[in-house]
DNA sequence: CGTAATTGCGTTATGGTATAACGTGTGCCA
DNA sequence: TGGCACACGTTATACCATAACGCAATTACG
């Protein structure tokens, strides 16, 4: 029923209801947007939302966009259990619509310029704005 | 405009104000933490503040760090009146500490990725967490 | 000149994002 | 069976950012 229960097979009620939300929409979704959608299943606080959130990133299965102050859910499975060291985003300005990359050369330059300055890199936050290709033809 | 009129001696009242606030600190600075500090100064609103932001970031002298929804006062003067397209930072999430770079590598890497999928590229948030080399040392 | 356009500024009010603190219930298992 | 870990619910609060109004100073230019 819950495709992400039967990958995960342990998420929580909220868990789930937030994670469908998030799987369900085209574009990144702010907490407080989340939280109006899952109104009518019984979410009346913000710290629900943020407490699903949480475990949600913590297992990989969502991305948050700093730059954005909202949250994706993850296009690319193999996230799951990783922290988020690798990933781009390419955030379109038009439309809203996200798209994840992961990029062997990126990665590669990140680290080698931590390394040039003796940075222990823990996460990386690489989020890149501009036009979409199908905005750009349209 | 030429681009030396932007420099400090150009500012604004409040503008040179918020630059100093920014160039005096070691560490990024919040919107409302500068609002605080400025008080003595006859500030009295965030607006007044985040006014003063928005043109120093206009002019390349300041940059928002978008994880930290802070600003650090630009540490590579050729920044100014570039977009930031090419510059990363490693903030250091024990002390604090920001440092800003410019990689070419990085760069190319950043562009080879969008261009890939087509995507039009405007400007690029490249935030790296970790902790730095003096407190790796401590 | 004079006047319109622009820009910076101050203020009040409001909206959007995130967490603190406290208490409840449940399942586990030593 | 008592302690622990964890998810959850609720209220309150803190933090981040902008809207909308009006005024004053400066600039553009017919």
């Known amino acids: 029923m819950n ?29 407080y947007t989340i939280l109006d959608e899952l109104r009518e299943y019984g979410f009346r606080a913000p710290l629900q939302v943020y407490r ?14 700093e730059s954005l102050n909202a949250f994706v859910a993850c296009q690319h499975p193999s996230c799951e259990g990783k922290k988020r060291e690798s990933v781009l985003f390419a955030i379109c300005e038009k439309c809203g619509n996200v798209q994840e990359m992961v ?11 931590a390394e040039d300055i003796g940075f222990s890199l823990e ?14 033809e349209a």
Chains 1, 2 share one sequence.
Do not use: Y
């Open 52 to 65: 699903a959130l949480d475990k949600l990133v913590e297992f990989g299965l969502v991305h948050r966009l």
């Open 103 to 113: 990029s062997e050369r990126l990665i590669e330059a990140v680290r080698s310029n």
């Open 123 to 136: 996460a990386s936050v690489i989020e890149l704005r501009g036009v979409c290709q199908t905005c750009k």
């Open 3 to 31: 495709k992400h229960e039967n990958l995960t097979g342990d998420l929580t009620k909220n868990q789930s209801l937030v994670m469908n939300a998030l799987s369900g929409s085209k574009t990144p979704l702010s907490a």
